[in-house]
């Protein structure tokens, strides 16, 4: 029997769903102070979901002042870690019961498909929060090696208040990623979720008060980036913002914090990311799989999409047929259909922007070998997934991040080549290798720029691999892992002088 339910099932749960459309403030949902709204829309059907709260400035004040007043209070920050970590997995275990619906509810604000929604939404969400929920009572502070009449102590205090902003591509996974550690310290939030998306963490906001979560400890303001966004970047007494998102918008948040208070800001920005297939991988399911779930999954729509396939000459006839067989074989369609592999692009703007991108490379001359453009009969956002070959490195579709499901082959001859080419962008998120040769992974992973290097298998790693960009992908912070949880925190030190 299929692990999921029907088409018909999940769009009779999404005609019940009620869809929030407050921001939620100080614990309770709560109009703009403006009164204005924006229309949320589901990019698959073009349907009007329903208008949201515009929150600008005024609204991110109100959120502000209730994370602080219940940080200095202590309900949450100075709560014992126990405590914190029992309210953790209970949010765990509700967003484990209300996975269904929420995946739903994010599927047709986003057109990501339900199979993803619900993958990410089952497991991944409550993982993080389970996983930094039993981090809270298990990291110890440090003692310093002193002189006998002094003892030192190190110790770690949670930094305050976060401004977390959030992009569209995984709305309540990237919401856990930056909410599950900075609670887990005893932080409190300002959560920005990007407009094309704001449900998932609006629900959300809800059962962490149900999990028992202090009101005013994590604040949802939906709202467009140019007004929240902005007035979270600047806000001064925001301790620290942590963003995901473009390269552009990322520098915007220097800027913001370079003109208030310096608070330290935590980037995840864009990618350009290589796959490169060496003469020596073999050409099999796993690699074919790791192609296809690299260039594809979720529409391209993700920030370490390995769009730039540097394959080796000697194997690249083999790869590419296996590769385009797999790719007419992709359903793109209803996002709420379990038959569906590519849902929609998450709005009409970002599938123009993605077939603009489409209509470069062809004009720069990389070879089409598959789709090329929007998915004929197909009303909503959808873009059907591209193979472009003979990809030149300096093209602008392999230097630029489109964020679609566009997969460009480069050829090449040899490691140095691959490896040339591979370094050569101003991204470093991510990169995959195969090779059925250690010793040229093991060179390839040392020489690659970038935060993760995948070996034989395309993966982003999981709630315990830090996560994050070198060079113009990110900064030094770090989602997920232990290392996260230092963009959450203050380093004190404590000097006792003994008689
Ligand atoms: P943005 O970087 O514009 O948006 C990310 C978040 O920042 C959203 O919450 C957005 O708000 C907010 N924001 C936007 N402008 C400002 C601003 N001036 N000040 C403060 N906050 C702001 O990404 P987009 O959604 O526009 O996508 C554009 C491109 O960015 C994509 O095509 C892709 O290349 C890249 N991207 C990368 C992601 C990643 O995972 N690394 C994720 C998403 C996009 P709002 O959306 O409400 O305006």
Redesign the pocket.
């Known amino acids: 029997m299929s692990a999921y339910k029907s088409a018909e099932q999940y769009r009779t749960i999404a005609g019940r769903l009620t869809l929030p459309g407050h921001a939620f403030i100080d614990g309770d949902w709560t109009a703009a102070a403006s009164g204005k709204v924006f229309e949320n829309v589901d990019p698959a059907t073009g349907a009007l979901l329903g208008t949201v709260a515009a929150c600008d400035g005024a609204d991110v004040d109100r959120a502000v002042a209730s994370a602080r007043r219940v940080f200095e209070a202590g309900d949450w920050s100075r709560a014992a870690p126990e405590a914190r970590k029992a309210v953790l997995l209970k949010l765990a275990d509700l967003v484990r019961a209300n996975a269904e619906e929420l995946a739903v509810l994010e599927s047709v604000d986003s057109g990501k498909t339900i199979k993803d929604c619900l993958n990410e939404i089952s497991h991944e969400v409550p993982t993080f929060f389970q996983w930094y929920g039993e981090l809270a009572d298990k990291a110890f502070g440090k003692v310093a090696p002193t002189a006998e009449k002094v003892v030192a102590m190190i110790v770690k205090e949670p930094i305050g208040v976060v401004g977390l902003?959030?992009?569209?591509?995984f709305p309540l996974l990237m919401a856990a990623w930056k909410l599950a550690p900075a609670l887990a310290v005893g932080c409190s939030a300002v959560l920005?979720?990007?407009?094309?998306t704001p449900l998932s963490a609006l629900r959300l906001a809800e059962l962490a008060i149900e999990a028992g979560l202090p009101p005013g400890v994590l604040n949802v303001v939906p709202?467009?980036?140019?007004t929240a966004?902005?007035a979270i970047?600047r806000h001064n007494d925001i301790d620290a913002v942590s963003?995901?998102?473009?390269t552009?918008?990322g520098a915007?948040?220097l800027k913001y914090a370079s003109e208030s208070n310096l608070k330290p800001v935590g980037l995840?920005?864009?990618?350009k990311s290589p796959m490169i297939v060496l003469d020596d991988a073999d050409i099999d399911d796993t690699l074919v799989s790791s192609a296809i779930n690299a260039a594809f999954w979720n529409g391209g729509q993700?920030?370490s999409a390995n769009m730039r396939q540097i394959v080796d000459r000697r194997v690249k006839d083999a790869f590419l047929d296996r590769v385009l067989e797999k790719t007419r074989a992709l359903v793109v369609g209803d996002p709420l259909d379990p038959a569906t592999d590519l849902g929609s692009m998450v709005s009409t703007e970002?599938k123009e922007?993605v077939l603009s991108y489409i209509e470069i490379g062809k004009a720069e001359g990389a070879q089409t070998l598959a789709g090329g453009g929007a998915s004929e009969g197909l009303a909503g956002a959808f873009v059907d997934p591209t193979v472009f070959d003979n990809v030149d490195p300096g093209m602008r579709i392999a230097r630029e991040?489109i964020?679609g499901p566009v997969l460009g082959v480069i050829p090449v001859d040899g490691v140095d080549e691959a490896l040339t080419i591979a370094r050569d962008t101003d991204y470093g998120l991510h990169a995959t290798v195969f090779t059925r040769d250690i010793d040229k992974a093991f060179h390839l992973a040392k020489r690659l720029p970038c935060g993760t290097v995948a070996i034989n298998g395309f993966s982003e790693g999981n709630v315990t691999t830090p996560f994050g960009g070198y060079k113009r992908s990110g900064s030094m912070a770090r989602d997920n892992g232990t290392e996260a949880i230092d963009q959450y925190l203050q380093t004190k030190t404590i000097w006792l002088s003994l008689k």
């Open positions: 902003v959030l992009p569209w591509n920005k979720p990007a407009e094309q709202g467009f980036g140019e966004g902005q970047g963003f995901t998102g473009s552009e918008v915007y948040f995840e920005m864009g990618g993700n920030c970002h922007r991040e964020f």
